[in-house]
C-alpha cells in the first residue's frame, strides 16, 4: 500500500479557486521542489501543482482515517 501524505492550506494569495485555507490537500513527494521551499500538491483541480511550502503545514493521518481521507479527497 502507497503511504499517502496530506497537508492543511494555512494561506493563499487571493484569489484562488483551487485552493482553499483549512482545507486538507494530498501532497505529493517532490524532493527537487522542496529544495525550492515549494510543495507539490493535488488541488481543487484534481491535478497537482507546485505552490509555495509555507502556505501548507503537514499533517499526519492515523491508518484509521487514512481510507476515508482518501476517499473523500477523490471526489
Given at each position: 500500500?502507497?503511504?499517502?501524505?496530506?497537508?492543511?492550506?494555512?494561506?493563499?494569495?487571493?484569489?484562488?479557486?483551487?485552493?482553499?485555507?483549512?482545507?486538507?490537500?494530498?501532497?505529493?513527494?517532490?524532493?527537487?521542489?522542496?529544495?525550492?521551499?515549494?510543495?507539490?500538491?493535488?488541488?481543487?483541480?484534481?491535478?497537482?501543482?507546485?505552490?509555495?511550502?509555507?502556505?501548507?503545514?503537514?499533517?499526519r493521518v492515523p491508518?484509521e482515517a487514512a481510507?476515508?481521507?482518501?476517499?473523500?479527497?477523490?471526489?
Open positions: 500500500m502507497k503511504t499517502r501524505h496530506y497537508a492543511v492550506c494555512v494561506r493563499t494569495a487571493q484569489p484562488r479557486a483551487d485552493l482553499e485555507v483549512r482545507k486538507v490537500y494530498e501532497v505529493l513527494v517532490d524532493r527537487e521542489a522542496a529544495r525550492d521551499n515549494l510543495i507539490r500538491v493535488i488541488d481543487g483541480s484534481g491535478e497537482d501543482y507546485l505552490y509555495p511550502a509555507a502556505w501548507f503545514v503537514p499533517i491508518p481510507d476515508a481521507l482518501a476517499e473523500a479527497l477523490s471526489t
